[in-house]
């Protein structure tokens, strides 16, 4: 009797398992075992095929979608945890894995638990992993963007044009590197320091100076904000040059001699 019992038993269990695995499976699976169960019924008539495969298409789609949605759901559950009564940074570090322990995970999450990190109260969502990650990601690069360094230029010529460039673009006033370097060179060669002792200007006492040969009463008139309040700086001098350009010729551009 045990015997017997013992290889009906197998058979009994494998058929089961068969069956069941029929059940679950798709349309091509049911019908070889439903015919070697029924004697090739499956096989003699063709109208019961169709009638199986056309429902196996709608039974498979609902099976697939409910399994990705869980394994979704339960990754973005797992980057914050919710503290409850009980726990302690070195437990939830140790349950989900944490690299670093408890330090990272209290260094990734101070400004939310404070300055103590034995004390943490119930309710507290805690970052873990690639959440804390991101979060110290995003706050770098913010970081980063705020101390960016500002533009730096050479103490030339090519320099101080082009940093005059950017503050007249700042301030709305026409220019350009062209127009700008064309009147430099007549008139003071490239030389902040030149003065003009013999003109009239130089007689009523208000001689012209700098790049662009710029009277003081010009350029206080026209000195652009941002810019040192003196007409031999290079920079002052060429945007207040542009400035008052601007106003009377419309451009730097349009001035091609005294002016």
């Known amino acids: 009797m045990s015997a017997k019992g013992k290889h009906r038993r197998p058979k009994q269990y494998r058929i089961a398992r068969r069956l069941a695995f029929a059940g679950t499976g798709g349309a091509a699976l049911a019908l070889p075992l439903i015919s070697a169960t029924t004697a090739g019924a499956a096989?003699?008539?063709p109208a019961v095929a169709p009638a199986a495969s056309t429902l196996?298409?709608?039974?498979a789609q609902p099976a697939a979608q409910p399994a990705a949605q869980p394994a979704a759901e339960k990754a973005a559950l797992s980057l914050t945890y919710s503290v409850v009564g009980g726990d302690t940074l070195s437990k939830i570090a140790a349950d989900h894995s944490v690299s670093g322990g408890w330090q990272t995970l209290y260094a990734d999450n101070r400004s939310v638990i404070g300055a103590d990190p034995s004390v943490i109260r119930p309710g507290?969502?805690?970052?873990?992993?690639?959440a804390a990650k991101a979060a110290a990601?995003?706050?770098t690069a913010v970081t980063a963007a705020a101390v960016k360094p500002a533009a730096t230029y050479a103490n030339n010529l090519d320099g101080w044009i082009r940093e005059s460039l950017d503050i007249m673009a700042r301030h709305?006033?026409?220019g350009s590197y062209n127009g700008i370097h064309r009147n430099v060179m007549r008139e003071s060669s490239g030389n902040p320091l030149a003065i003009n002792n013999w003109d009239s200007n130089a007689a009523a006492g208000i001689p012209s100076k700098g790049l662009l040969q710029v009277i003081d009463p010009t350029f206080r008139a026209y000195h652009v904000p941002g810019t040192p309040m003196d007409s031999y700086d290079p920079v002052a001098n060429i945007t207040a040059a542009c400035n008052y350009a601007a106003a009377r010729y419309g451009s730097i551009d349009n001035v091609n001699g005294a002016y």
């Open 43 to 45: 096989v003699t008539q």
């Open 56 to 59: 196996a298409r709608p039974a």
């Open 124 to 130: 507290l969502t805690l970052r873990l992993g690639a």
């Open 137 to 139: 990601a995003g706050a």
């Open 172 to 174: 709305g006033i026409p």
